[in-house]
């Protein structure tokens, strides 16, 4: 089934989510999402953005459906593990040695909790978990439930090194729950990277493998903002399908394929 054509079309729609939802679909790549947005509403059956929208003002849980399905939530703990590798060995220490133990850490977009839950065991091997603080934020309030909830299957942990695991990771039926001293170490809050305000005095951000939906007007935006609330010295740790095309120009410091710092 394909959503039929009506006098209320796509522009009507994205006009209509931003409205509803604060998300700005023209910062995502068009042909793509309208793909899926297409997919999602031929699911459910409704002919046309005019029904679907009635359907996202009157129905919560198809609005929590639209948002969760959009937002493409897809992550896993210590996602490319090599990265993580420059991350414990490199990145932290370097970090550690020319701020000190008490850093201010952004994990932007990130889901389920696997990223800033990799963060903290990460820092672990360095810092005290007590001294230890993630500030992790995601468009997707259902997701941030799931991040609090610190429930994952078997091969969402199936990365996290062995020690790391049998430390913080105890089985819960069918899967297995986060550590609680884990959990007390990030702080989740809702938060639209093409909206919102971002926080400032960061010793690094995190956001890997998201912008490249991205529009790239909306990815220059979001990496100037992210330059403005690191700090000099401070680090952005990108995925490793993404890069920085005027890192130059906005004033970042290539570091290697996956790491730009603020000079």
Same mark, same amino acid.
């Given at each position: ?62 609005? *929590? ?23 414990? *060995?490199?990145?932290? !220490? ?66 996290? !090194? ?8 105890? !089985? ?7 550590? *609680? ?34 529009? *790239? ?45 603020? !000079?």
């Amino acid at each position: 089934m394909t959503v039929l054509p009506t006098i209320y079309g796509y522009e009507y729609f994205k006009r209509e989510v931003l409205s509803l939802t604060g998300i700005d679909l023209n910062c995502y790549k068009e042909n793509q999402m309208k793909r899926r947005i297409d997919t999602l509403i031929a699911k459910r059956g409704i002919q046309g953005y005019d029904r679907y929208v009635s359907a996202l003002r009157t129905d919560r849980g198809v609005l *929590e459906e639209f948002v969760a399905y959009i937002t493409i939530n897809v992550s896993q703990f210590y996602r490319d593990p090599d990265q993580w590798k420059v991350m414990e *060995e490199k990145a932290i !220490p370097e970090l550690i040695a020319r701020f000190g133990k008490r850093l201010k850490i952004w994990s932007a977009a990130c889901s389920t909790g696997d990223e800033p839950y990799s963060l903290v065991m990460a820092m672990s091997r360095y810092i005290p978990l007590s001294d230890i603080r993630i500030y992790a934020t995601d468009l997707d309030k259902q997701v941030i439930e799931k991040a609090k909830a610190g429930l994952y299957s078997d091969k969402s942990i199936a990365t996290v !090194p062995a020690d790391l695991r049998r430390r913080y990771f105890r !089985p819960a039926g069918e899967d297995y729950k986060i550590s *609680e001293e884990i959990k007390a170490c990030v702080e989740f809050r809702e938060h639209n990277l093409l909206k919102d305000a971002y926080p400032t005095g960061c010793h690094m951000i995190v956001c890997r493998n998201v912008l490249i939906y991205f529009t *790239e007007v909306a990815k220059d935006q979001v990496f100037r903002r992210y330059f403005t609330s690191l700090i000099s010295g401070g680090l952005l740790f990108i995925g490793s399908s993404e890069q920085i095309m005027n890192h130059k120009e906005i004033g970042y410091l290539r570091k290697n394929a996956f790491y730009y710092q603020k !000079p």
